[in-house]
């Protein structure tokens, strides 16, 4: 018998915990795990399926910080290396380096000169990035390339001054990731449920005793135990937060919306930078993504969409950083988007601190704390803070991640290309699906494996996974409509264009 590493609600209703987490994106998981990993009792719950909001649509760049330098802002930089060190050496198996390039058209820091400046300071602050890395995942020093190296092809050449070069890591399976952070919780006694939306706070006298959380298709309510409390619900955590302490969070910060183009185009070699003309120029990262490109990423005004024009405004940008590439609708393969809290006075541009609260110093229930993150990269930092706000310093008792198991060898989890060609262990499969709680093809294909990263033949593909799965053919047939919805933005890419100019960052 299979131990699950994903339950029904009702099995965390059984008995106390010594933290709850609301949320299942990255900061939730990576919360949940900090708090197993310090010995605590922990339920995490995920409203709909786990890792499937805002953490889907990352870029999946580990950010090393070098932009931090450009506003001398060295703390910031040394941790965001320490953390993209963290998720190399932790998950060697999913991540891998990633070489980037910057175009140097003659800006600020976008000089050959001053970039060299801030790669010797990145090398220094650098100097312990390998630390405890294995081989394959060690990153090498910075260095500034001339325009004749062939290291971007897709940069506009006319100024090119040369090439800024240096190494980041890149996310393989942000899906295995989040699931192989839920097997690591399990492992430690923890206990994690999806389709499990927190819908009040208990509380007795100004002190947390739990939360209520609801089953969305049935409507049954369960009651979990907890002195202990820790809002990470990402985009939707100042809401959950009003609703448990509506007295003590003060104002909302305005949302933007985020999003990436996959490209029907060949992956570039490694993260290749490329930006519209001016000292003002957008710039874009064009990074591999299983044989494809995907670019990104841009960042728009409130929280619908992204709607055609937004696309076609992102396409044009694109044709203008990168003309080679000559884009038209019909190489977008999908749209990933998601929505981020953004600045007060500039609210298309997204917010770059993490904010924790701790609802009790401001009057609020003793025991609660809401944490809203800013980057998959820095998420495991800010969650480590967010869980000493909650539980106080602690020790870390539990260091190493559980060794990979057969079910995950069997089954080349990360690979779309493979899933094409294999000829399935149907049963390893059905042992996945149950142990890491699938309801649907969408929650195997897209967030329990890589498998349906290439939007190209899906269909087909779903219909062998549902076969091999055992399940029914309407059953097969009603799932895959929610596989190929997963596409563009329906609707005439010929729509007005959006009224700003599209920001975008690096
Ligand atoms: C297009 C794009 C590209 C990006 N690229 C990068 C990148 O390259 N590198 C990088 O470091 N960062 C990147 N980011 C930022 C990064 O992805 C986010 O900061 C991060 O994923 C946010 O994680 P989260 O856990 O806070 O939010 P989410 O992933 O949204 O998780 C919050 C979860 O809470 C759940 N929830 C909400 N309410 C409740 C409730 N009442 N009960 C239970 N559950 C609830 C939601 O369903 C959701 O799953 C990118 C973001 C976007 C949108």
């Given at each position: 018998m299979i131990e699950p590493t994903v339950r029904p609600l009702a099995d965390l209703a059984q008995r106390d915990h010594d933290v709850i987490v609301i949320g299942g994106g990255i900061h939730g998981c990576l919360a949940a795990l900090d708090a197993s990993r310090r010995g605590l009792r922990v339920a995490l719950i995920e409203r709909d399926d786990l890792g499937g909001s805002t953490s889907w649509a990352s870029h999946r760049i580990l950010h090393g910080g070098l932009r931090y330098l450009q506003s001398l802002d060295f703390a910031r930089a040394r941790a965001s290396i320490a953390e993209r060190r963290w998720y190399l050496r932790t998950f060697p198996d999913l991540t891998e380096p990633l070489r980037c390039t910057l175009p140097l058209y003659g800006d600020g820091l976008r000089r050959p000169l001053p970039f060299r400046a801030a790669l010797t300071a990145n090398a220094i602050i650098g100097a312990r990035r390998n630390a405890g890395v294995p081989r394959a995942n060690k990153l090498p020093i910075g260095t500034v390339a001339r325009p004749s190296d062939d290291v971007n092809p897709h940069a506009r050449r006319d100024g090119l001054l040369g090439f800024g070069v240096w190494h980041d890591g890149l996310i393989r399976s942000h899906a295995r990731l989040t699931m192989e952070t839920v097997r690591w919780i399990a492992h430690l006694g923890g206990m994690v449920a999806r389709d499990a939306r927190a819908v009040s706070l208990r509380t007795s006298r100004g002190g947390v005793t739990g939360v209520v959380a609801c089953d969305p298709a049935t409507g049954i309510e369960h009651a979990l135990k907890s002195a202990v409390v820790i809002n990470a619900a990402g985009p939707w955590c100042h809401e959950l937060a009003s609703a448990f302490d509506p007295a003590g969070t003060g104002a909302s910060s305005p949302r933007s919306i985020a999003f990436n183009l996959l490209l029907d185009r060949p992956a570039p070699n490694g993260a290749q930078a490329v930006s519209t003309p001016g000292p003002d120029g957008h710039t874009y990262f064009l990074v591999p993504r299983h044989g494809m490109m995907m670019a990104g990423t841009t960042h728009a005004e409130g929280d619908a969409g992204p709607s055609p024009a937004h696309v076609r405004a992102m396409l044009d940008g694109l044709n203008r950083a990168a003309p080679s590439l000559e884009l038209s609708a019909d190489d977008v393969l999908r749209v990933d988007s998601g929505v981020l809290r953004s600045i007060p006075n500039d609210p298309a541009e997204p917010a770059d601190r993490a904010v924790i609260v701790d609802h009790a110093r401001a009057g609020g229930p003793a025991g609660l704390v809401s944490l809203s993150g800013v980057k998959y990269t820095t998420a495991r930092a800010d969650a480590a803070s967010a869980v000493a706000f909650a539980v106080g310093r602690r020790r870390l008792v539990h260091r190493d991640r559980p060794p990979a198991d057969a079910l995950t060898r069997d089954l080349n989890l990360t690979d779309p290309a493979w899933a094409r060609r294999a000829d399935w262990d149907a049963a390893a499969l059905r042992a996945l699906a149950e142990r890491e709680g699938v309801r649907t093809l969408a929650d195997l294909m897209f967030r329990r494996t890589e498998w349906g990263q290439d939007p190209r033949g899906l269909e087909a593909l779903g219909e062998r996974v549902g076969r091999a799965l055992g399940w029914e053919t309407t059953r097969i047939g009603q799932d895959l409509s929610d596989l190929v919805q997963?596409?563009?933005?329906?609707?005439?890419?010929?729509?007005?264009?959006?009224s700003a100019e599209e920001p975008a960052t690096p």
């Open positions: 997963a596409g563009p933005p329906a609707g005439p890419m010929s729509d007005p264009e959006p």
